[in-house]
């Protein structure tokens, strides 16, 4: 994968010390989405699996816990499919190759995606125990994850897979100090190569993904999946105004690519998935993973490195989308 350059993991660790939830406020995003193996696709889920990964700093000494909210799929949250039948596993994995194993940085749960320690695992069904509420796996050693010098500090990673079942299990995640409490890890971060979430029912509702461009970017390909052609997906950065993307259908990928300005390396590309209000879509769930021009896939941070990108007009006047 890409290598940071020292600046950008100082503003990395700088702008994100305070972002722990997943999905973080920025990005707007109601819940992160998982559907049960027996889904058909056409529900808005590829391939029934998620991964995201979790940073700790070098220099965090204290034990740190990834909380889940509403793990189990049934009750309000979740969508259901005929009767709730769907059983999810969390699994936590640390140690060696849990981040650096080329399969875990893949769209696909294929291969050896569950790479490095298995740290915890639990599987939830239907539990009104936990319907609205929060499991907490923990406490870990951050050195129980594996080190990587580039960003200086450890990875955890967390699987979902919807191991049975046809429901939508809609949940967040939250790293924490503390077993019973969302209490930040000064510098902590999350970040995923593929993103399946859930977008509002509000059309005035604006959801954000924020990939970054290192320096070795010149063309970039988005892709999403079962967009239902709700609306429109625009991208804006620091030289775009507003590139404008092709959408998805129901149940199918479309993928648009464009070209990289010089000044938008190094920074984050502010993704926008804006609904459209008539006809009314109501519980969509999307996925979409954006590569570069090796097919490398470039990470979605839950805060973007640098804040949320602002179209400058100087820069921007000179370079139309």
């Keep these: 994968m890409r290598t940071l350059a020292p600046l950008i993991i100082l503003v990395l660790l700088s702008t994100l010390s305070f972002a722990q939830p997943v999905p973080a406020g920025d990005e707007n995003i109601p819940f992160l989405m998982t559907f049960g193996a027996a889904a058909e696709t056409s529900w808005g889920d590829d391939d029934f699996s998620q991964t995201f990964f ?87 050693n951050p050195t129980e994850g594996e080190y990587i010098s580039k960003f200086g500090g450890y990875v955890f990673k967390i699987v979902a897979d919807g191991v049975a079942g046809n429901d939508g299990n809609l949940y967040r995640y939250y790293l924490s100090t503390e077993y019973g409490a969302n209490k930040p890890v000064e510098g902590g971060n999350a970040f995923a190569f593929e993103y399946s979430f859930r977008m509002h029912d509000n059309p005035s509702e604006v959801s954000h993904i924020y990939p970054f461009v290192d320096d070795r970017t010149v063309t970039v390909k988005l892709s999403n999946f079962d967009w ?91 370079r139309q989308p």
């Design 54 to 140: 979790f940073l700790i700093p070098e220099t965090f000494k204290e034990p740190i816990y990834i909380r889940i909210f509403d793990p189990d799929t049934g009750g309000e949250v979740d969508e259901l499919n005929g009767t709730f039948d769907t059983r999810t596993v969390y699994s936590v994995f640390g140690g060696k190759e849990c981040y650096s194993h080329k399969d875990a940085q893949e769209t696909d749960p294929k291969g050896n995606y569950k790479s490095g320690t298995l740290l915890a695992t639990k599987a939830f069904a239907v539990n009104p125990r936990f319907d609205n509420n929060w499991y907490t796996f923990g406490p870990f």
């Design 228 to 318: 239902d052609s709700d609306g429109f997906i625009r991208t804006v950065s620091v030289a775009r105004k507003g590139q404008m993307s092709p959408i998805s259908a129901d149940n199918n990928w479309i993928a648009d690519e464009f070209k990289i300005f010089d000044e938008e390396k190094n920074t984050s590309l502010d993704i926008q998935f804006i609904k459209k209000r008539t006809p009314p879509v109501k519980n969509n769930n999307v996925v979409v993973n954006v590569r570069n021009q090796y097919n490398e896939l470039l990470p979605f941070y839950v805060i973007p490195i640098g804040g949320v990108p602002k179209y400058k007009y100087d820069i921007g006047v000179k």
